[in-house]
């Protein structure tokens, strides 16, 4: 890169415009010429040291919003009903997730009544009330906190919206693989210690979920 031009190098290159443009009539350059050889000489100037001329300057931003083509109506129609489809899924699993975690509170509570008085069952029941906590721990709040992000981003930021979409994507498959190999929710469904239903609504309103950010 050539390094950046002295005060005589830039009245050189000035004279050079404006000699440019006396030299095709003949004659001493008049006000015109002079206005062209000015140009002629910004535009040399800009050349060596690499920047922009004001014409090129005013039509940067112009080239630049022309690049970025506006959404049309119909897109904009598409992507408000996936997120509409998205805010209900998102609802659902939120619901979901709160009634998952008082049913199992329940389980809990349940449990500990029926093995009360029983030493010699207690020890299993506290391992299952452990195991139950750890179910808890595992559908944390990750996946809702990520998708309070993504419901409250402009439906025309797609960029943002794909990065937290993938990442919710992540945590989703994450629960989704957790849940389906967790054999102490599917025993809970049998309500032995509680009427209630935690593995069959988790597991579809994941399913649901999980298609309305594809």
Not at 57 to 67: G, L
Request: aromatic share 4%; net charge positive; hydrophobic share 45%.
């Amino acid at each position: 890169m050539m390094s950046k031009l002295n005060p005589a190098q830039k009245k050189w290159l000035f004279d050079l415009g404006i000699l440019v443009g006396g030299a095709a009539s003949g004659h001493a350059p008049s006000p015109a010429a002079k206005a062209q050889g000015h140009a002629a000489g910004t535009l040399a100037q800009a050349t060596v040291t690499g920047a922009k001329s004001p014409e090129a300057e005013a039509q940067s931003p112009k080239a630049e919003a022309s690049a970025v083509a506006p959404a049309t109506t119909q897109a904009v129609e598409v992507l408000e009903d996936r997120r509409r489809e998205f805010k209900r899924a998102r609802a659902q699993w939120v619901a979901v997730k709160t009634r998952a975690e008082e049913d199992l509170e329940k389980v809990k509570a349940g449990a500990r009544r029926t093995y009360m008085a029983d030493a010699s069952q207690f020890p299993k029941v506290m391992a299952g009330c452990k195991a139950i906590d750890n179910i808890l721990d595992n559908i944390d709040d990750e996946l809702r906190d990520t998708l309070d992000r993504y419901a409250s981003t402009p439906v025309r930021a797609q960029a943002k919206l794909a990065a937290l979409a993938a990442t919710a994507i992540s945590v989703l498959e994450r629960y989704q693989q957790y849940v389906g190999a967790n054999a102490m929710m599917r025993a809970i469904d049998e309500k032995e210690f509680a009427d209630v239903a935690v593995h069959a609504p988790v597991v579809k309103a994941l399913r649901d979920l999980r298609k309305s950010l594809a």
